[in-house]
């Protein structure tokens, strides 16, 4: 289900690098329908802001100091299901958007596009899309269909 985008919605970032999170939250805030309701660096800091600031997405680095960006998703999603997280990292997608997307999270981003694409990324994700490169929608989707699984009881029958 998708949600409208006509309220101004709150983004928490969880990221252990202070510059990085600066210019991440000031291009966020240019956007008059997004606000950086708060930026933390460890997993046990962003659990509390979580709690606190309720925001309606969550960016995570994928390395952060006390735990990993993935492990702190696949936490979130337990704890709070409707609640998106949009990974970034500065490790090529080939490596972990796989991994980071069958863990929970609706979005990959490198840190490197981040800049151009970020906010476009924070869009979609809260409208209920999942944001990753071409490549990469290809590529899970080609595993989905080569892992031999599906349901008998398909509507295209």
Not at 15 to 23: A, E, K, Q, S, V
Not at 76 to 97: C, G, R, T
Not at 123 to 131: C, F, P, S
Request: charged share 30%.
């Amino acid at each position: 289900m998708k949600k409208p985008l006509n309220k101004v919605h709150k983004i928490l970032i969880v990221d252990d690098h202070p510059i990085f999170c600066l210019g991440m939250a000031e291009l966020i805030n240019k956007a008059t329908d997004l606000v950086v309701c708060g930026s933390e660096s460890t997993a046990s800091k962003a659990w509390d802001a979580i709690k606190k600031h309720k925001p309606d997405l969550v960016i995570v680095d994928i390395s952060l100091k006390e735990s990993n960006g993935i492990n702190l998703v696949e936490e979130i999603k337990q704890e709070y299901p409707d609640l998106p997280a949009l990974v970034l990292s500065m490790y090529d997608e080939s490596l972990y958007a796989e991994r980071a997307l069958f863990s929970g999270a609706r979005g990959y981003i490198m840190k490197q596009k981040a800049i151009g694409q970020v906010v476009e990324a924070v869009r979609k994700v809260l409208a209920g899309e999942v944001y990753a490169s071409q490549k990469i929608k290809d590529k899970v989707f080609n595993r989905l269909v080569s892992s031999g699984k599906h349901d008998d009881k398909s509507s295209l029958n």
